[in-house]
């Protein structure tokens, strides 16, 4: 394994050995690691000593079931806390395979322009992208997979990635080739677009596998793991079915499903962008339910979303996306909320941000609330990066401020994802203390609070939601290290032999004698990492709190948001 250390103003690339104390790091454990070591916390996001850094997870290219997540750590420019955002596609694997460890992007050219990356096995080139410049994603992946290859992996920046908008993702090609899976929270990004990248080309010939130091007992171990996923309810039955958007009807019934800017916890038209409908119009229009995200992937909850022509429309279609631009909005046109779903993968900003903003621009009165023609505008607007455009591409809390809003639903300016933390608490402790800013994959509560994975505890009541979500931002930040889906952690929630599973892969895979104890520990350090560069920034204990108007009552249950300020100062108290 080596780390590539790419500099954008020199345009060199040079390659270090692995040190010692990266060697049991991966995907987010390692980004954060690279981050807090190298960058400045108080520098600029968008500045020459901000650095990206690109990782693959521990077992990412490996035979383990659905591990091919992918890490890119940043100061977000957005939050201005330290961050990684993860996403799935063809990424992981491949670099894995080509034995990268990290690639280390820093510095900037002295004069804004646009250059693409090639990694192969023959090793990283710096080419001009001038051509592709204000170009959609769509359009930059058929031309460099024409230019370089049907099979070449694409990572790329649509039109905000290029302006350098905060709400900026960076977008990786699925199996299909399609631009749909997204490192896409904190404006990641903009930073790549700061570093003068348009694009990621990664091809990584015939090498088809790593190596391992146990491939029999790797073979065990995985076999072993992947049936207690498949066994699983939740991640073996509902979401290869419905996909995540079974959440819809679930969080509704449960008064959970933010709607109208977090005024209600109930949709009405909730059945008609749920999980249930969405599989439906999928098989009408000859579409698939049923897609894995990235090679190796089991669960397969991404899905190919057709038009009413039955031409493909969308992919990687989830219940996050489906909600911002559904029930928080109040638009109950699936087929307009999947347009706009092709139009952020198109131009690259995070779904969640982008609905978020748009309810934001709602509660303005820039356009009315259920406007789903207004708010197709609005993101084609961000594309051609007029005026109206670039506040939306800059995210909630921005637009908040353009439109002088009071009520903007954010923590640390990053918007708050679908779930009401008055009536699922355990997430909104998570919201308040991650330190990525409004996070719902940082704890995901939801498991214990309304879906019973892994215990119950009662989402209307206050207690035990600050251990639940310490311990699930514990089991995460761990996870995330490895290249496994967060979605595994429903059977290492509920079945006692997954996690030692996990560690008898890595230990298989890189000769190491780790076990649940080291695991639970690499969690801990990495949010202490994380903690203390927030800390260095300029962060204190007054940013892990919720927005004020979450001391509203939110029907159906008429609930507030009632942990108190020093209840949260204790969560990730280790």
Same mark, same amino acid.
């Given at each position: 394994m080596k780390i590539c250390r790419i500099n954008m103003r020199n345009k060199s690339v040079t390659f270090e050995d692995v040190k010692a104390d990266y060697l049991a790091l991966g995907g987010r454990g390692l980004t954060s690691r690279i981050i807090s070591d190298e960058v400045d916390p108080t520098c600029h996001p968008l500045g020459r000593n901000n650095k990206l850094v690109i990782a693959p997870g521990l077992l990412s290219g490996t035979m383990a079931p659905s591990s091919g997540r992918l890490s890119v750590g940043t100061k977000s420019p957005l939050t201005g806390t330290i961050k990684e955002s993860n996403a &799935?596609? /063809?990424?992981?694997?491949?670099?894995?395979?080509?034995?990268?460890?990290?690639?280390?992007?820093? *510095?900037?050219?002295? =004069?804004?322009?646009?250059?693409?990356?090639?990694?192969?096995?023959? &090793?990283? /080139?710096?080419?001009?992208?001038?051509?592709?410049?204000?170009?959609?994603?769509?359009?930059?992946? *058929?031309?460099?997979? =024409?230019?370089?290859?049907?099979?070449?992996?694409?990572?790329?920046?649509g039109q905000a990635g290029e302006m350098r908008l905060t709400s900026a993702s960076i977008a990786v090609t699925d199996t299909e080739g399609h631009p749909t899976r997204h490192c896409g929270r904190g404006g990641t990004g903009a930073v790549l677009g700061s570093k003068g990248i348009k694009a990621i080309v990664i091809d990584p010939g015939k090498i088809n596998e790593v190596n391992y130091h146990d491939r029999n007992a790797f073979i065990k171990a995985s076999r072993s793991f992947a049936k207690m996923v498949l066994d699983h309810p939740v991640s073996g039955q509902g979401?290869?079915?419905?996909?995540?958007?079974v959440l819809v009807n679930i969080l509704n019934e449960a008064g959970g499903l933010p709607t109208d800017n977090f005024r209600d916890g109930r949709f009405e038209f909730a059945e008609s962008i749920s999980g249930e409908t969405m599989y439906e119009t999928i098989n009408k229009r000859n579409g698939n339910p049923t897609h894995a995200c990235h090679p190796g992937c089991i669960m397969k909850c991404s899905q190919i979303y057709n038009d009413k022509n039955g031409e493909y429309l969308t992919g990687g279609f989830e219940y996050e996306t489906i909600w911002a631009f559904g029930a928080h909005c109040h638009i109950k046109d699936l087929d307009a909320i999947a347009m706009m779903d092709r139009l952020c993968d198109d131009i690259g900003i995070d779904t969640i941000e982008a609905g978020v903003t748009i309810g934001i621009a709602m509660e303005g009165k820039y356009i009315e609330l259920g406007d789903k023609d207004g708010a197709i505008q609005l993101l084609k607007e961000v594309g051609k990066g007029s005026p109206i455009g670039r506040i939306i591409g800059n995210g909630a809390a921005f637009t908040g401020q353009a439109f002088g809003t009071e009520r903007v639903p954010v923590v640390k300016k990053q918007a708050i994802p679908a779930y009401d933390p008055r009536s699922v608490k355990g997430i909104g402790v998570t919201y308040a203390t991650t330190p990525m800013g409004a996070d719902h994959t940082a704890g995901y509560s939801v498991t214990?609070?309304?879906?019973?994975?892994?215990?119950s505890i009662d989402p209307l009541k206050k207690e035990g939601q600050v251990e639940l979500s310490r311990n699930l931002q514990v089991a995460t930040a761990a996870l995330d290290s490895t290249g496994l889906c967060l979605f595994v952690a429903f059977p290492i929630l509920d079945n006692d032999g997954a996690l030692p599973e996990i560690a008898h892969m890595i230990n298989a895979k890189y000769n190491t004698e780790i076990g649940v104890p080291e695991i639970v520990s690499l969690g801990q350090e990495i949010l202490k990492?994380?903690?203390?560069?927030?800390?260095?920034?300029?962060?204190?204990?007054?940013?892990?709190?919720?927005?004020?108007?979450?001391?509203?009552?939110?029907?159906?249950?008429?609930?507030?948001?009632?942990?108190?300020?020093?209840e949260l100062d204790t969560t990730l108290e280790f």
């Amino acid at each position: 394994m080596k780390i590539c250390r790419i500099n954008m103003r020199n345009k060199s690339v040079t390659f270090e050995d692995v040190k010692a104390d990266y060697l049991a790091l991966g995907g987010r454990g390692l980004t954060s690691r690279i981050i807090s070591d190298e960058v400045d916390p108080t520098c600029h996001p968008l500045g020459r000593n901000n650095k990206l850094v690109i990782a693959p997870g521990l077992l990412s290219g490996t035979m383990a079931p659905s591990s091919g997540r992918l890490s890119v750590g940043t100061k977000s420019p957005l939050t201005g806390t330290i961050k990684e955002s993860n996403a &799935g596609g /063809t990424a992981a694997q491949s670099l894995a395979k080509l034995g990268y460890k990290a690639i280390i992007i820093e *510095d900037k050219p002295a =004069e804004h322009e646009l250059n693409l990356l090639k990694i192969t096995p023959e &090793g990283i /080139t710096i080419e001009d992208a001038d051509y592709l410049t204000m170009k959609g994603n769509y359009e930059v992946g *058929d031309i460099l997979r =024409e230019k370089f290859g049907a099979k070449t992996t694409v990572m790329s920046l649509g039109q905000a990635g290029e302006m350098r908008l905060t709400s900026a993702s960076i977008a990786v090609t699925d199996t299909e080739g399609h631009p749909t899976r997204h490192c896409g929270r904190g404006g990641t990004g903009a930073v790549l677009g700061s570093k003068g990248i348009k694009a990621i080309v990664i091809d990584p010939g015939k090498i088809n596998e790593v190596n391992y130091h146990d491939r029999n007992a790797f073979i065990k171990a995985s076999r072993s793991f992947a049936k207690m996923v498949l066994d699983h309810p939740v991640s073996g039955q509902g979401l290869p079915t419905y996909g995540t958007a079974v959440l819809v009807n679930i969080l509704n019934e449960a008064g959970g499903l933010p709607t109208d800017n977090f005024r209600d916890g109930r949709f009405e038209f909730a059945e008609s962008i749920s999980g249930e409908t969405m599989y439906e119009t999928i098989n009408k229009r000859n579409g698939n339910p049923t897609h894995a995200c990235h090679p190796g992937c089991i669960m397969k909850c991404s899905q190919i979303y057709n038009d009413k022509n039955g031409e493909y429309l969308t992919g990687g279609f989830e219940y996050e996306t489906i909600w911002a631009f559904g029930a928080h909005c109040h638009i109950k046109d699936l087929d307009a909320i999947a347009m706009m779903d092709r139009l952020c993968d198109d131009i690259g900003i995070d779904t969640i941000e982008a609905g978020v903003t748009i309810g934001i621009a709602m509660e303005g009165k820039y356009i009315e609330l259920g406007d789903k023609d207004g708010a197709i505008q609005l993101l084609k607007e961000v594309g051609k990066g007029s005026p109206i455009g670039r506040i939306i591409g800059n995210g909630a809390a921005f637009t908040g401020q353009a439109f002088g809003t009071e009520r903007v639903p954010v923590v640390k300016k990053q918007a708050i994802p679908a779930y009401d933390p008055r009536s699922v608490k355990g997430i909104g402790v998570t919201y308040a203390t991650t330190p990525m800013g409004a996070d719902h994959t940082a704890g995901y509560s939801v498991t214990a609070n309304v879906l019973g994975v892994g215990g119950s505890i009662d989402p209307l009541k206050k207690e035990g939601q600050v251990e639940l979500s310490r311990n699930l931002q514990v089991a995460t930040a761990a996870l995330d290290s490895t290249g496994l889906c967060l979605f595994v952690a429903f059977p290492i929630l509920d079945n006692d032999g997954a996690l030692p599973e996990i560690a008898h892969m890595i230990n298989a895979k890189y000769n190491t004698e780790i076990g649940v104890p080291e695991i639970v520990s690499l969690g801990q350090e990495i949010l202490k990492l994380e903690k203390e560069f927030n800390k260095n920034a300029g962060f204190t204990k007054s940013h892990d709190r919720l927005p004020e108007f979450f001391k509203e009552k939110l029907a159906p249950h008429n609930v507030t948001f009632d942990i108190t300020g020093e209840e949260l100062d204790t969560t990730l108290e280790f």
